[in-house]
């Protein structure tokens, strides 16, 4: 035990947790959770499985603290913008437009930072909604619960006319828009045969935008009902 003790307090260095969160991100990414080893983990960071332990108490526990480590203030700068703006209109509803911009527009502005990590937890964040990891997708429900209530709200506030069924399609197409952006134009450039040089972070945003805003103002389907 005190040879134990003596290894943790080694490696219990101000920065450990941070090398582990970032370590165990970027392994994600590439590998996903189920292919991702705890032993994986510890290699990347310079770290012991002791001190894993220590900080996050198991694989579950640190996944979680990968994602809340930026979801939390992704979420909060989300909720900012929307009581910005809903402070701005007093009663009258938003404009459709503006709510789009204040939830996608944040999270691409995150997408765009590849000096933080933000670019990394969003193909992060990308993967995930595309992998069927029950406990994940459970976790990620719970601290999108409280966003998508808002949001949701207000598009319905803002959008009488269309039905609140059809509103979810949409915002479920412009969801798996943004995260098939997040991947990345590599996939799309193979099966095309071509080549896209621009691929430059910061165009992302002006570019999804133009896109999701015009999904948003799309005719209306007719369903023959």
């Known amino acids: 035990m005190a040879l134990q003790m003596r290894s943790v307090t080694r490696t219990l260095q101000p920065e450990t947790p941070d090398r582990i969160l970032d370590a165990a991100e970027s392994l994600f990414v590439e590998h996903g959770f189920e292919g991702t080893s705890m032993r994986m983990i510890t290699r990347a960071a310079n770290a012991n499985l002791a001190a894993v332990n220590y900080y996050f108490g198991s694989k579950d526990a640190l996944i979680q603290a990968v994602f809340r480590r930026r979801l939390t203030a992704l979420n909060e700068a989300r909720l900012a913008a929307l009581n910005h703006l809903e402070t701005e209109v007093g009663d009258a509803p938003l404009k459709p437009s503006r709510i789009v911009e204040a939830f996608f527009g944040t999270a691409l502005v995150m997408a765009a930072d590849t000096e933080h990590g933000g670019a990394t937890f969003m193909r992060l964040l990308s993967r995930t909604c595309n992998e069927p990891n029950t406990f994940v997708r459970k976790f990620l ?36 828009a943004m995260s098939f952006a997040m991947v990345g134009i590599e996939g799309v450039q193979a099966m095309a045969g071509l080549s896209c040089k621009d691929e430059d972070p910061a165009h992302l945003l002006p570019r999804l935008m133009s896109f999701l805003l015009g999904g948003l103002r799309a005719p209306l389907p007719d369903l023959g009902e």
């Open 141 to 176: 429900a719970e601290e999108y619960a409280e966003v998508m209530d808002r949001f949701l709200g207000a598009l319905f506030r803002a959008l009488p006319e269309v039905s609140r069924a059809e509103i979810m399609w949409r915002f479920h197409f412009m969801m798996g």
